[in-house]
């Protein structure tokens, strides 16, 4: 099993300022079967980026995601109000998916 | 305009069954092989299932232990989730969504589990 650990678990930040999430695989995430997604409270995650550094389907430029074997970041490069949320990384390429333990980012 | 509805959550006590459902449209429901992903009160994510368009392959989490049956019908655009001798740790809300990575979730079922 692929074990994702998230860093830092909470983000203490200002609108306006960049973030820098990280997930850190247990063993490597070949093909970069690594996806990340929002979610906000009392609502279904949304899904941001997948294969590690492409964005899904109307998610904003100032989400990025990068990384490859078993080192992976997601960067907002500048917070918007909507963007204070959970974060979580998933990796899909072998079963069982898995998903890290998260990262809350808050408003500081 | 994609949409994923899940029902059949309710208070249920430890021991007992519930078969939830996701009704799915907008898109091939056929073609898309499908999962279904918990979350406890307070907790992160957890995958539970998976189950491929055709049925042929099916995947669990180890920690079910042969408890939860995944299923499909294509007919109908809707996949299940029959749960049985639950327990307290299976209280969550369950959401059902397209295959990994995931860009169609419904809103979510809650199951609790308690006498």
């Known amino acids: 099993e692929v074990v994702l650990t998230q860093s830092p678990g909470t983000l203490s930040l200002s609108p306006g300022e960049r973030a820098t999430l990280s997930c850190r695989a247990s063993q490597s995430v070949t093909g970069s079967y690594l996806a990340w997604y929002q979610q906000k409270p009392g609502q279904a995650p949304r899904l941001l980026i997948y294969g590690a550094s492409s964005r899904a389907t109307g998610i904003p430029d100032r989400f990025s995601g990068s990384g490859s074997g078993t080192d992976f970041t997601l960067t907002i490069s500048r917070l918007e109000p909507e963007d204070f949320a959970v974060y979580y990384c998933q990796q899909y390429v072998s079963s069982p998916l898995t998903f890290g333990g998260g990262t809350k980012v808050e408003i500081k | 305009e994609v949409q994923l509805v899940e029902s059949g959550g309710g208070l249920v006590q430890p021991g007992g069954s519930l078969r939830l459902s996701c009704a799915a449209s907008g898109f091939t429901f056929s073609s898309y092989s499908m999962n279904w992903v918990r979350q406890a009160p307070g907790k992160g994510l957890e995958w539970v299932s998976s189950?491929?368009?055709?049925?042929?392959?099916?995947y669990y989490a180890d920690s079910l232990k042969g408890r939860f049956t995944i299923s499909r019908d294509n007919a109908k655009n809707s996949l299940y989730l029959q749960m049985n001798s639950l327990r307290a740790e299976d209280t969550a809300v369950y959401y059902c969504a397209s295959a990994s990575p995931s860009d169609y979730w419904g809103q979510g079922t809650l199951v609790t589990v308690s006498s």
């Open positions: 189950i491929s368009g055709n049925n042929n392959y099916i």
